[in-house]
Structures are given as C-alpha cells and as structure tokens.
C-alpha cells in the first residue's frame, strides 16, 4: 500500500472511530484530551463531537492551523510524558492520542510511559482511542467501527476500581 493510501486510511479510521465515539459510547463527565494536536485536524473534529466540553491539548510545539489552535488555558506544550502527567487524576472522559511515528524504534520508546500514563489520565469508564497499542489490564479493549482495519487504531474503555 503507498503511503499516500496509508494516509488517508489513517484519517479515515480516525473519523470514523472519532463519530462512533460519540454517536455510539456512553462517556462519563470529563474533559476530552487531545495527546498529539499536530495539525489540528482531529482536535477539530472532537470540537465539533465534543464542543460542550473541556478540550485540552498536548504537543511539544504549535504547529496548529489557526482556526484548530486552542486557547491557552487549553493548550499544553512541551514533552507530553512529562506535562500530561499533570492532568493524572482528573478523569477525563475521553483520551484521543495520536502520536506515533510509524518509526518502530522511536514508537518502542513512547510505549515505554504512554500506557502507564494513558491510565492515569482517563477516568473510570472513560474512552482512550490511541493509534498505538496501549496493553495495561486497566484498559479493556472494545470493537472499532466495521470501517476500520484492526491493528490500524486502538480502542478502550478504562475499567472501574483498577
Ligand atoms: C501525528 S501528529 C498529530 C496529528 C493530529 N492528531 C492532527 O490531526 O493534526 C503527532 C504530534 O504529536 C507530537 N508529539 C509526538 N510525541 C510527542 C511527545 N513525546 N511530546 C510532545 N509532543 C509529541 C508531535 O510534535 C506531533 O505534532
């Protein structure tokens, strides 16, 4: 598959898992956590889903179009394993991380603290949609929408009292 098709694959997922999220999940109250703004694309989407909550972002620098660009108080820069773990422990309803490489050395090194960080972020019965895989007995996983590839996105639910 070209990377052109990969891409858009990719989005597609991302889309698709996004609006099933929404239409389908029950969340429980919280703010939804954007770990990877980049571009904006999918932080305006879930602003689009998701307007009537907090939506905060990650990234280590702005490089957002303007109209995807959250306000200050909603925008986190710096490394994200070490400024999100600020926000563990305040249940936040849905958790979308997008920051994979499709380097498989550099993604080995984010999965060194994404998974145990990811737990400490969502709240019980909260969402984590993540590109990479995210093994921790706190996270069940739950089915994607029928669009999308398996392996392509991941998708949990955080269990209660764990
Ligand atoms: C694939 S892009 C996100 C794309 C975004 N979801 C969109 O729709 O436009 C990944 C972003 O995560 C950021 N990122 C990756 N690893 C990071 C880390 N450890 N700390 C901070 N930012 C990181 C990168 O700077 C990049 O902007």
Redesign the pocket.
């Known amino acids: 598959m070209s990377r052109l098709d990969s891409f858009i694959r990719r989005l597609t997922a ?1 889309r698709d898992t996004l609006d099933h999220i929404a239409r389908d999940l029950d969340l429980p109250e919280g703010a939804v956590l ?1 770990i ?8 305006s989407h879930l602003r689009e889903l998701f307007g009537d909550r907090r939506i905060v972002a ?4 702005l ?2 179009h303007k109209e995807s660009t959250p306000d200050a108080e909603n925008l986190v820069l ?4 070490e400024t999100a773990a600020r926000f563990a422990g305040r249940d936040a309803a849905l958790v979308h991380v ?4 499709g380097y498989d050395d550099r993604d080995a090194e ?1 999965l060194r603290w994404l998974p145990g960080l990811v737990v400490r972020l969502a709240g019980p019965g909260g969402i984590v949609l993540s590109g990479l895989p995210l093994e921790r007995d706190e996270l069940q996983p739950l089915p994607l929408p029928a669009s999308v590839n398996p392996g392509r996105l991941y998708l949990y639910r955080r269990r209660s009292g764990q």
């Open positions: 991302q954007e990877g703004l980049g571009n904006g694309r999918t932080y990650f990234d280590r620098a490089g957002a710096g490394e994200i394993a997008d920051i994979g490489t984010t």
